[in-house]
């Protein structure tokens, strides 16, 4: 395992990171798991207060692993959707944090972002009406290390909020989205966190993939690629209506090309969810610098570099 800098936050962290947002309610499963990716090095996980029962498996799971560096995140909204209306307050924030000490096992959070910062009114609501305020006071008192946020996941290109946030200096770390199919960030968001020493974790490297639709294999890639096509955000033309489309990636799966495209950016990490020792194994296989060669890298530049929005 390779480990890059978080930031200026002095962690150094493993550039595949486990985003524990699904596969935790089987702990017979999920703690075996768990404990190969540590031992394949591993050492940062993302969780929420929101992701089901995460972060008490991860208690449960991580106790005599203090080293391992957990992420988690309180969500001042009313729900994940899109359009959610924003309820934050610094009171709310604090007793999240307390719950999540309490479900983690743990005596300080690493890292606390708010989770999903949506708009830019809504992250000016985050920094001034007292859940920026809560964060820094629960650093102060030690139940905190670092703060960040992350962006929303159903990311619209613009990214919006983290150039307003990274140059801030407010947060240490960021949350993002980058995949193949979304490449925006690469250019509006990477490099601005490398100039203010922010931590660049990236969310849904396969796009936040159903079995339907996604970076999780070839008919799902197609399809989402089909669904580009309908959104108006890629041509209805060769070669995006070819079967061929994907065969420049070969011997790569999707899903290794997919985490490969990630890893190569200067980013901290790539996050991704990883339900069983299987999955663990085809996903290492991705951490092989320099990840991917300079023409499939060019080409998926050149496919898919204008997608300026999201489509699952
Ligand atoms: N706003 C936010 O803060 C935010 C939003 C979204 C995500 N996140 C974080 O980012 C992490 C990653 O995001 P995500 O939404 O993409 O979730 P994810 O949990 O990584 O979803 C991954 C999907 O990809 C599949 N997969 C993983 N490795 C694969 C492989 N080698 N081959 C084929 N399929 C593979 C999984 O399928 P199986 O289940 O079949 O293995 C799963 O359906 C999340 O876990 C979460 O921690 C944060």
Sequence with gaps: MLYRSLGRTGLEISELALGAARGTEDRAQFIPTLHA?????????????????????????????????????????????????????????????EQSLRRLRRDRLDILLGHGLRTVESLDRFMNDGCYDAMVKLREQGKVRFLGISELSEGDG??????????????????????????????????????HGVGTVVMMPLNQASRESGLVSLPAATECVRRHIAEG????????????????????????????????????????????????????????????DEARYARLIELFGRIQQQVR
Excluded: W
């Design 37 to 97: 990716i540590i031992h394949a090095g591993i050492n940062f996980v993302d969780t929420a207060e929101g992701y089901g029962d995460s972060e008490e498996a991860l208690g449960e799971a991580l106790v005599g692993h203090d080293d391992v560096i957990v992420e988690t995140k309180h969500c001042p909204y009313e729900s994940y959707a899109v359009g959610a209306k924003f309820v934050g307050t610094g009171e709310k924030l604090t007793a999240a944090a």
């Design 158 to 195: 613009t990214h919006e909020v983290l150039k307003k946030a990274v140059p801030s200096g407010a947060f240490d770390v960021v949350m993002l989205t980058i995949n193949f199919l979304l490449q925006t960030a690469i250019d509006a968001v990477v490099p601005l966190c490398r100039e």
């Design 233 to 292: 955000n890629l041509p209805a033309e060769p070669p995006y209506t070819e079967a061929e489309l994907f065969d420049f990636l070969k011997p790569y799966s999707i899903p290794e090309a997919g985490l490969r495209f990630v890893l190569k950016q200067d980013v901290s990490a790539c996050c991704v969810g990883m339900r069983t020792v299987e999955r663990l194994e085809e996903n290492l296989k991705a951490v092989a610098p320099p990840y991917m």
